[in-house]
């Protein structure tokens, strides 16, 4: 059983670069999120697809953040021209569907940015 | 809007000591409740939750209580082991749009032997 996985786990770039995070949820998982973590945070929600489906962005995701998950399965979490204030772990969790509200979310280990 | 408010840390204990980690929270309707882990160099799990009040979710000899009267949550273990030293974070579910968790800022937990 494979769990949430992220790459590249860390990525370091200068200020004005684009990057680009991957996540492969759990097989079985129609749901996907994305959260920012900085130093001594807790997580921050990003964004969230339902299979393909981006359902909800956060104020949080400006336009230079864009992200995809074109066939349901894997997702990408693009950022252009970043800013160090983007400096941050990125998780991705997964879940699977429930009607309940008692949904877990599954995290993979995260993928930090850190700009130069 | 939601919100969680935890206990700052780091929390330091001895092994055997008793743990208490302080969580309260803000939000509308019934949200569900929860108290993720994260071990050094791991991705956040799950610890254990709560959906209504006065449930009791329990896990690793881990207890926490939904308080609706006093909108808490609190962690507890009665003799923690080293192998306890994470960060904790306590996080809510909002009751009419599940797909969004709000946590709180984590609480670091060292456990000296």
């Known amino acids: 059983d494979t769990g949430v996985s992220q790459n590249p786990r860390h990525k370091i770039t200068k200020r004005g670069q684009n990057v680009t995070f991957r996540c492969d949820p759990i097989s079985e998982h129609n749901r996907l999120y994305w959260y920012r973590q900085t130093l001594g945070q807790g997580p921050e929600f990003l964004t969230y697809?339902?299979?393909?489906?981006?359902?909800?962005k956060s104020r949080l995701l400006s336009d230079r953040f864009s992200a995809e998950r074109p066939k349901g399965s894997f997702s990408t979490l693009e950022i252009q021209r970043t800013e160090q204030g983007d400096s941050a772990m990125y998780l991705c969790?997964?879940?699977?569907?429930?009607?309940?509200?008692?949904?877990?979310?599954?995290f993979g280990e995260g993928s930090r940015l850190t700009v130069l | 809007g939601d919100s969680v408010t935890q206990m700052e840390g780091p929390v330091t204990l001895s092994e055997e000591a008793f743990l208490t980690i302080n969580c309260t929270y803000t939000?509308?309707?019934?949200?569900?409740l929860f108290w993720y882990v994260q071990y050094p160099g791991e991705g956040l799990q799950l610890l254990l939750k709560a959906t209504k009040a006065d449930d009791k979710g329990s896990n690793k000899g881990f207890e926490a209580t939904y308080r609706k009267e006093t909108t808490s949550f609190h962690l507890e273990k009665g003799s923690v082991q080293v192998s306890d030293s994470a960060v904790y974070f306590c996080a809510l579910s909002d009751a009419y749009n599940f797909n969004k968790f709000y946590f709180g800022s984590g609480t670091k937990l060292n456990v000296k032997p």
């Open positions: 939000a509308t309707g019934y949200p569900s």
């Open positions: 969790a997964s879940s699977p569907f429930t009607a309940a509200n008692t949904g877990e979310l599954f």
């Open positions: 697809f339902q299979n393909e489906a981006q359902l909800e």
